[in-house]
């Protein structure tokens, strides 16, 4: 589902323009990862490409289950957000389940189908543990 949810919303990226993006980390304490580095590749996707966010944290405890949250905006209007099973959505990335505490490297990947319109998506996802603890927070906007 991850991959679902962000593969609609780069579908939405008009591909021949210039691409601006941000990520940031938006976690609120008390949070049991605690992430070192965050990035999106390419930083110019263009039609067909596979886009990567790549996250490096530290985690606290074994993550067995739980929660993720995604919220969305298109040109400042918001999509609805969406809360699912945290497990079922790591199952294609990197790091599925359990997760180990530690030191932890996550790719997700998901390929951009053709542009349509030109515009500002902010995305956030949320991810809570078994005991509705948050373990990451991470946004990231790309305007076109």
Not at 87 to 110: K, M, Q, R, W
Request: hydrophobic fraction near 35%.
């Amino acid at each position: 589902m991850l991959k679902c949810f962000f593969m609609i919303l780069l579908s939405q990226l008009t591909l021949s323009q210039k691409v601006y993006k941000t990520m940031k980390d938006c976690s609120i304490e008390p949070h049991t990862g605690h992430i070192t580095s965050l990035n999106m590749n390419p930083s110019a996707p263009g039609s067909g490409d596979y886009v990567n966010i790549e996250i490096d944290y530290i985690l606290d405890t074994t993550v067995t289950d739980g929660m993720v949250t995604y919220t969305a905006s298109f040109n400042g209007f918001p999509l609805t957000p969406t809360t699912q099973a945290l497990c079922p959505d790591l199952e294609y990335t990197t790091t599925p389940c359990p997760i180990s505490a530690g030191n932890v490297h996550f790719i997700s990947s998901s390929q951009i189908g053709d542009g349509t319109t030109h515009g500002t998506i902010v995305a956030t996802t949320t991810w809570k543990d078994q005991d509705n603890n948050q373990i990451l927070c991470w946004s990231f906007t790309v305007r076109i």
